[in-house]
């Protein structure tokens, strides 16, 4: 079964700075996905970035990054340069990629970017 | 390219009535997932289609709820007759699982029954 950990129910970050979101992982599958998505006030579900198991590289798009660490199994969301319009809350999810598609999301994390 | 497309946006309904949720999958994607979120219990699947076949149905709540794929471009989820507690925002996704897996979720449908 997999499993996805978003310990930080809410963060504050300052406009312009760089934050940290952290997700954690749990899967016996070889192959699989890591997606982050935002969602602000809105409601929509918005994708953001998607990293591959077997990619050699942390995936980036934009002033997103995924800092992917295998062996730790962790796939935290870097956002750089905060802007006001980043408040919202951000989901971590997986899917395996070798087998079952369900894939399976955290609870997510608010994030508040102050002025 | 049009996104995965859901209606209605917004509905109000009374207890006992028949809700009908429309999604409509980004062209080409093979698998369909109905979600439903609330602040208490957060993101849930309810069911998962592939090539419109059912595959995991385990997430719906009970009998009052029906998911159909009648065909790869139309889904819809039925709650027969609908309560109070299944006030909730219900989203569709669709993915392509021959090509990265990405699932792309549709605006949502903002449920309310009185």
């Known amino acids: 079964a997999q499993k996805i950990t978003q310990t930080q129910p809410g963060m504050f970050v300052q406009e312009k700075e760089a934050v940290t979101l952290d997700c954690t992982y749990d899967?016996?599958?070889?192959?699989?996905?890591l997606f982050w998505y935002k969602q602000p006030s809105s409601g929509e579900m918005i994708f953001l970035i998607y990293?591959?198991?077997?990619?050699?590289q942390n995936a980036t798009e934009g002033r997103y990054s995924l800092n992917f660490q295998k062996a730790r199994k962790s796939a935290n969301l870097v956002i750089s340069a905060s802007q006001l319009g980043d408040s919202a809350m951000y989901f971590c999810?997986?899917?395996?990629?070798?087998?079952?598609?369900?894939?399976?999301f955290g609870r997510g994390t608010s994030l508040i970017v102050h002025p | 390219d049009a996104g995965v497309i859901q209606s209605p946006r917004h509905e109000v309904t009374e207890m006992g009535q028949e809700v009908t949720l429309r999604c409509k999958p980004i062209?080409?994607?093979?698998?369909l997932f109905w979600y439903r979120q609330t602040m208490m219990r957060g993101l849930e699947l309810l069911i998962y289609?592939?090539?419109?076949?059912?595959?995991?149905d385990s997430g719906m709540p009970e009998d009052r709820f029906s998911a159909k794929m009648p065909n790869a471009s139309f889904s819809t989820l039925k709650i027969q007759p609908s309560e109070p507690r299944d006030s909730a925002v219900y989203f569709c996704?669709?993915?392509?699982?021959?090509?990265?897996?990405?699932?792309?979720f549709g605006e949502g449908s903002w449920l309310t029954v009185v």
């Open positions: 899967t016996s599958d070889p192959s699989y996905g």
């Open positions: 289609f592939n090539n419109n076949v059912p595959i995991d």
């Open positions: 062209s080409g994607h093979n698998s």
């Open positions: 999810a997986m899917t395996s990629t070798g087998g079952s598609y369900i894939p399976t």
């Open positions: 996704a669709s993915s392509d699982s021959n090509s990265g897996n990405t699932i792309y």
């Open positions: 990293q591959g198991s077997y990619d050699q």
